[in-house]
């Protein structure tokens, strides 16, 4: 079945550094796919999303773009700050119409 | 709005016991689903409901209950708690079609559940 797969953390950073978090996803066709991130203590909310091949969602400096050859869709921010340490899950939408989440990348940021 | 509301925000119940976990949303959305979140697994859905008096299984559906008799609330129902049924649960919602959400999905502040 449809599922998402991305990079394990705890990932630490300084502030200001580069963030990447990798996600791949195996589907049939080709579903939306959606970061959420998690602060701490709180429910999911909706980061970005893209829809169709070569979209790119963006929000809050966070980026990641739809790459049907890779199927690939990664998360990037050029400048991390400390308010960005939460939890980020990659999500798609399966071909029952269903939230497939990938497993969650832990994302610590220090001054 | 208040968005989607969940209660009790913890809850420590004995093998065995039966308790209901609560969920409203004031969105007016068709769509509501209970998910559980487990560490390293991510959130897994557990029951769905496209529309009230309309509900169906997800992936971990044993030993939960679900109905739904308004728009407004989605209460899930532990039968016989069991320890494996330690987890934060959370309450989602979202406009949808038949086919399951296709908009963006509102989640509630989570359920801490421990089972001893």
């Known amino acids: 079945g449809d599922s998402v797969t991305q990079m394990e953390g705890p990932v630490t950073l300084s502030e200001e550094a580069f963030l990447t978090i990798n996600c791949t996803y195996t589907a049939t066709g080709y579903p939306s796919l959606f970061w959420y991130v998690q602060y701490p203590g709180e429910g999911l909310q909706l980061l970005l999303k893209a829809t169709k091949a070569d979209d790119k969602g963006s929000n809050k400096g966070f980026e990641a773009t739809y790459r049907k050859e890779t199927t690939s869709f990664h998360l990037e921010k050029g400048s991390v700050q400390v308010s960005d340490s939460a939890v980020y899950f990659c999500?798609?939408?399966?071909?029952?119409?269903?939230?497939?989440f990938g497993a969650g990348t832990q994302v610590v940021v220090t001054p | 709005n208040a968005g989607v509301t969940q209660t009790p925000k913890f809850q420590v119940l004995k093998t065995g016991q039966s308790m209901t976990l609560q969920c409203a949303q004031d969105m007016n959305h068709e769509y509501m689903s209970w998910y559980r979140q487990d560490p390293g697994m991510g959130l897994r859905l557990i029951h769905y409901s496209v529309g009230a008096g309309i509900t169906d299984q997800g992936e971990v559906p044993n030993g939960y209950n679900v109905s739904r008799s308004t728009t407004e609330d989605f209460p899930l129902r532990l039968l016989s708690a069991a320890p494996s049924q330690t987890s934060v649960y959370f309450c989602?919602?979202?406009?949808?079609?038949?086919?399951?959400?296709?908009?963006?999905?509102?989640f509630g502040p989570g359920t801490r559940l421990t089972v001893t």
């Open positions: 999500a798609l939408i399966d071909s029952w119409g269903k939230l497939q």
């Open positions: 989602a919602s979202s406009y949808g079609t038949s086919g399951g959400p296709t908009y963006e999905q509102y």
